[in-house]
């Protein structure tokens, strides 16, 4: 069955860093484009990215872009989410999911990132 356990999420202070990573199994990861998403207090989901297969092409939310970098580890079944320059509404639940198309079929657990004040 597929799945996907994110880690690495934690409490970051404003112009932090956290990296973030998402292991995964029972699938062809090769083969599979993989996104991340999240989910801060009081809103709903928002994407924030998507990584081609092959990690030949990344693609972020506007409110992200510049600032957290997508990767993938095809040789190791993991994908990766580093954020850097972390701000206050970065604070959400992290999702990795896989991909089909141009949307997400499976989804992880989530891991917490949360800014402090």
């Known amino acids: 069955q597929v799945q996907l356990v994110e880690s690495g999420g934690g409490l970051a202070q404003p112009g932090g860093s956290l990296r973030l990573s998402c292991a995964a199994s029972?699938?062809?990861?090769?083969?599979?484009?993989m996104s991340w998403a999240r989910q801060a207090p009081g809103k709903g989901l928002e994407w924030v990215s998507s990584?081609?297969?092959?990690?030949?092409?990344?693609y972020y939310a506007g409110s992200v872009k510049g600032r957290f970098t997508i990767s993938r580890d095809n040789a190791k079944n993991t994908l990766a989410l580093q954020m850097n320059s972390l701000q206050p509404e970065d604070t959400a639940l992290y999702y990795c999911?896989?991909?089909?198309?141009?949307?997400?079929?499976?989804w992880g657990q989530g891991t917490q990132v949360t800014l402090s004040s």
């Open positions: 029972g699938f062809t990861f090769s083969s599979s484009a």
């Open positions: 999911a896989k991909r089909r198309g141009t949307a997400e079929d499976y």
């Open positions: 990584i081609y297969s092959d990690g030949s092409d990344t």
